[in-house]
Nanobody
Framework: QLQLVESGGGLVQPGGSLRLSCAAS????????IGWFRQAPGKEREGVSC????????YYADSVKGRFTISRDNAKNTVSLQMNSLKPEDTAVYYC????????????????WGQGTQVTVSS
């Protein structure tokens, strides 16, 4: 059974950091492009970052560039999202997802999704 499980969310003060992890079972992540997405209440799901399967290049939404870092650990079959300098507007449920092919930050191009992990940035 193919499964993605996110972990690492929680409550953090503005300016703080969190590290999210996406663990895969039933398949090998390094054959896929992996994306991180988020959805805040009342808003559409948006792409945050992705790492390409073909060349390992990374991509970021402008809103998180310079603050978030995506990385892949093939040995552990996981992908992480290091989030620094967090802001209240980063509050959302964060999801990881996979797709074959080149990079994209559009959710509609991804077809396996995790259940999400809540990130709340508040003082």
């Amino acid at each position: 059974q193919l499964q993605l499980v996110e972990s690492g969310g929680g409550l953090v003060q503005p300016g703080g950091s969190l590290r999210l992890s996406c663990a895969a079972s039933g398949f090998t992540l390094n054959y896929y492009t992996i994306g991180w997405f988020r959805q805040a209440p009342g808003k559409e799901r948006e792409g945050v970052s992705c790492i390409s399967s073909s060349d390992g290049n990374t991509y970021y939404a402008d809103s998180v560039k310079g603050r978030f870092t995506i990385s892949r650990d093939n040995a552990k079959n996981t992908v992480s999202l290091q989030m620094n300098s967090l802001k209240p507007e980063d509050t959302a449920v964060y999801y990881c997802a996979v797709r074959h092919g080149s990079w994209s930050l559009l959710p509609r191009f991804y077809y396996y999704w995790g259940q999400g992990t809540q990130v709340t940035v508040s003082s």
